[in-house]
């Protein structure tokens, strides 16, 4: 157990909808990364967040925003979604800004029909 | 464009013998190689990691071998076996830039018993 929580484990939502994905960092992590997974594009990185401030950005789209709260926990806004959106996203925390290690938690499997 | 270039897509292995997985990168900045290993339905997790100043690392099983001057660095995996069936993503980092992943696209690793 990497100590990295993802809510939910599955989302079934349509094409058109708004969706948020949640993370808890393992405790005492300042850092937490987005990224998503699907079959043909490995992972991407979407973003990160530390402390409560964005740090970096990869390659989010604008219909995607992020944020994290003073507790650290992060949540992943998805909205106006497409087909094309389905996929695992995955959180990971660490425990500074520049980490070389990352703690994945199981991630969410998004389905958009 | 692909930083870092990872080989071969898929991977067929009988227990007992080496699987090896191949990745090549360009920018000669990146001073962090970590591989991570993925189980179904689980989030990616460290496996090793290597500096450039050392030209092999070895922790049980698992070895990356580097080679600074053809920038490639590969893992090897001796003595396969089932339970190392998985996907395996190399990575690379610099310093600065928050020390962002520089993911590659995975290998899918079967041992077959």
């Known amino acids: 157990d990497s100590g990295v929580t993802q809510t939910p484990k599955h989302l079934i939502t349509a094409t058109g909808q708004r969706v948020t994905l949640r993370c808890s960092p393992r405790s005492g992590d300042l850092s937490v990364y987005w990224y998503q997974q699907s079959l043909d594009q490995g992972l991407q990185f979407l973003i990160q967040y530390y402390n409560g401030e964005e740090r970096a950005k990869g390659n989010i789209l604008e219909r995607f925003s992020a944020q994290q709260f003073p507790d650290l926990h992060s949540e992943l806004n998805l909205s106006s979604l497409e087909l094309g959106d389905s996929a695992l996203y995955f959180c990971a925390s660490s425990p500074q800004v520049n980490a070389n290690i990352q703690y994945f938690g199981a991630g969410t499997r998004l389905s958009v029909l | 464009q692909q930083q870092v270039k990872q080989s071969p897509q898929s991977l067929i292995v009988q227990k007992g013998g080496i699987s090896i997985i191949n990745c090549a990168y360009e920018?000669?900045?990146?001073?962090?190689f970590p591989w991570y290993q993925q189980f179904p339905g689980k989030g990616p997790a460290l496996l090793i990691a290597i500096r450039p100043d050392v030209s092999e690392k070895k922790e049980g099983r698992f070895t990356i071998s580097f080679n600074k001057s053809a920038k490639q660095f590969s893992l090897h995996i001796m003595d396969s076996q089932p339970g190392d069936s998985a996907t395996y993503f190399c990575?690379?980092?610099?310093?600065?830039?928050?020390?962002?992943?520089?993911w590659g696209l995975g290998t899918s690793l079967a041992v077959n018993p």
């Open positions: 990575a690379a980092s610099r310093p600065g830039n928050n020390r962002k992943l520089i």
């Open positions: 920018n000669t900045a990146f001073d962090y």
